[in-house]
């Protein structure tokens, strides 16, 4: 059988953008309920939580060679200045991997976009 991940994007091979917008929709209410980092969700409004979960799943797109533009501000600059910690991270990490759990995401794929997600990290964490 043909290694599909010589020919086909990260994007392709994780079932595309209902399979993103799927884990998307499950990731955000996830954090928003979570004792310790849903403080940066608090009185946000509705639709300013749609436009980051949107900007979100475009941006994971773009990363993983799928078709989108992502129009959004560079990761450095959305996350500067909120205070976000390691411990922070690793609770954001821990619902992400819950959810790649629910989701029966296979290897390669996981660990591919983990790497992904964890390359933003010095973009996002402030101490
Ligand atoms: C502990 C981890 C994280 C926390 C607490 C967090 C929190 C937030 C918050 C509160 C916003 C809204 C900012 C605003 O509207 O001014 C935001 C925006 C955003 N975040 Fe995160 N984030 C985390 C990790 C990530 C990761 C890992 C990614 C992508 C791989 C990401 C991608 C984005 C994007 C694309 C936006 C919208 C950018 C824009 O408004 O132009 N975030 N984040």
Redesign the pocket.
């Known amino acids: 059988m043909t290694d599909q991940s010589a020919v086909t994007t990260l994007y392709a091979r994780l079932g595309g953008y209902d399979a993103f917008a799927a884990l998307n929709e499950e990731l955000f209410p996830r954090?928003i309920a979570d004792p310790e980092?849903g403080r940066?969700?608090k009185n946000?409004s509705a639709d300013?939580i749609r436009?980051?979960k949107q900007?979100?799943l475009?941006?994971?797109t773009v990363?993983t060679g799928g078709p989108s533009y992502?129009i959004?501000?560079d990761?450095a600059t959305?996350?500067r200045g909120?205070g976000?910690t390691a411990r922070?991270?690793e609770?954001?990490l821990g619902h992400l991997i819950a959810l790649f759990d629910q989701f029966s995401v296979p290897e390669p794929e996981r660990s591919e976009m983990l790497a992904?997600?964890e390359n933003?990290r010095t973009e996002?964490?402030d101490r």
């Open positions: 954090l980092i940066f969700w946000r300013s436009r980051e900007l979100a475009e941006f994971n990363v992502y959004g501000r990761l959305t996350h909120m976000i922070d991270w609770v954001f992904i997600i933003t996002i964490v």
